[in-house]
């Protein structure tokens, strides 16, 4: 895994902000560890592509608030819900603490399954290496299997 060091921003409950010396690294994941998160978010970022002209709900990801403060206002965690069970789970069985659909979003964006135009206003598009992907897994899942037993 790729390591990126990243200022972490605390943001108080009246809503002030504050630059802490504390770090915070983000893990970029490689295609082939990808699990269950990774791949329904590709499903859903898909799906607004066909229905919804790439824009996504960002209240329908798992947002951590401590990594992407400016991200969290609408999404269903919050700085008081998120736990390390919300962390993204991969197809090792292990699972990442803090890493969000944010960054799984990322991580599809540099394997090459989508495109990000802008994450701040949720705007993606799918490339073909993403759409064979898609189509793959709907056929895995039209057949009875489950996310979490598709292999790579």
Known sequence: MEY???????????NT?????????????KLETFGKDHLS?????ESRCVDSNGVLEIA?????????PLLAGNAYFTRETWTEQ?????????????HDDIDCLDDLDNAGLIEIISLINGFMSMTDKGNELVSKIRS?????????DFKL
């Open 4 to 14: 990126y060091l990243i200022k972490r921003i605390t943001i108080s409950k009246d």
């Open 17 to 29: 902000h504050e630059n802490t010396t504390g770090e915070y690294k983000m893990e970029n994941c």
């Open 41 to 45: 978010l590709l499903i859903y970022v």
């Open 60 to 68: 329908h990801l798992r947002v951590n608030s401590t990594t992407h």
């Open 86 to 98: 919300n962390g993204t789970r991969l197809n090792t069985g292990e699972r990442l603490a803090d």
């Open 140 to 148: 895995f899942k039209a057949n009875g299997g489950q996310l979490k």
